[in-house]
């Protein structure tokens, strides 16, 4: 760990003072090494303490995404495959470059800024500096993408929990990818796979995550204000984003080595939560009949078994896009 990290973890590790001795020793560095962290990370906005005989104390520092800030929360080890980046056009497109490259199982990205953030089917996702969380993730499986093809679901339940884990709020979901704050959206996952032509084999899974974090209403687009929300401004609640950042990873991780096998977890998380089971719905491909549509229940596999409710028909959908009356707008 470099001294600098070392250093920012040893005084958020502690609500009393830390020596710059037991420092020293603790990081295996010189005092003077110790002394040339801490000025750079008072130069950084850290507001630190120092008082003679007793050594340092953090007072406050500013809401940052960085390596430093993150690895205060998580192993040195684990931290080794994690990349922080001040801006990039997509942590996605990013990390797909990293696993072409041959990057491992469990690769991070993460950005403080998005200049070209994507959602599903080609939209754009508002991505500003200092604000939210833009992370990918990057699994190796050996199944084939019909094995996986509920990882999008999985991923949502695990955010469920990493947010939660974080804040006193309850968090929805809204099928497939949205999560979902007082029927406004606080974040999406954007799911894409590589895949061998001939053996139908996986390359690279990598998960894209977007979360508003820290955003007044105000901030965001006026197109976007009726639809869009952040854990600030649907909360009142302010949230260290490397914290949260670093939950993101635990529970991604977790989610890895959980994946197949404890399916039952994920998918009761993801029942209890749906924001649209009961609802009259519009989805695209099914409202072109005409019929009004009501979302009955979430299927084994995380499909959408939906009812038309002039015929009685039943339906198991498993891709579209759902609308729900009186949400994002929707009439």
């Not at 529970?251 to 089971?277: C, G, T, V």
């Amino acid at each position: 760990m470099a001294t600098k990290e070392g250093v920012l973890a040893a005084l958020k590790a502690s609500d009393d003072y830390v020596s710059g001795e037991w420092i020293s020793e603790t990081l295996g560095v010189s005092r003077m090494a110790v002394n040339k962290a801490i000025r750079a990370l008072q130069a950084g906005g850290y507001e630190i303490e120092a008082v003679n005989r007793l050594g340092y104390r953090l007072l406050s520092g500013p809401d940052l995404l960085t390596k430093e800030e993150i690895a205060a929360y998580l192993k040195e080890e684990r931290m080794e495959r994690v990349l922080c980046l001040s801006t990039t056009p997509s942590t996605n497109l990013k990390l797909s470059e990293l696993a072409y490259e041959g990057a491992p199982d469990g690769q991070v990205v993460i950005a403080d800024e998005q200049t070209k953030g994507r959602g599903r089917r080609g939209r754009g996702f508002v991505s500003p500096k200092g604000k939210g969380i833009y992370l990918s993730y990057l699994m190796r499986r050996k199944e084939t993408p019909e094995a996986v093809s509920e990882i999008t679901a999985w991923t949502a339940a695990a955010m469920i929990r990493a947010i939660e884990s974080c804040l006193s709020a309850r968090v929805s979901v809204k099928w497939v990818n949205d999560l979902i704050m007082n029927r406004k959206k606080i974040a999406g996952i954007l799911t894409e796979l590589s895949v061998e032509s001939e053996s139908r084999q996986i390359q690279s899974l990598i998960i894209g995550i977007g979360i508003n974090v820290n955003e007044e209403r105000e901030e965001f687009p006026e197109e976007l204000q009726t639809m869009a929300g952040s854990i600030l401004s649907e909360t009142g609640q302010q949230v260290k984003r490397a914290e949260l950042a670093a939950q993101m990873i635990r529970a991604l991780d977790k989610m890895n080595r959980d994946f197949p096998l404890q399916k039952e977890e994920y998918l009761r998380l993801y029942r209890e939560r749906s924001l649209i089971l009961g609802e009259s719905i519009s989805l695209s491909g099914a409202e072109m009949t005409g019929e009004p549509v009501k979302a009955l229940a979430i299927n084994e596999d995380f499909s959408l078994k939906i009812q038309y409710e002039n015929s009685g028909r039943t339906e198991d959908i498993r891709s579209g896009e759902v609308s729900v009356r009186g949400l994002y707008g929707y009439i």
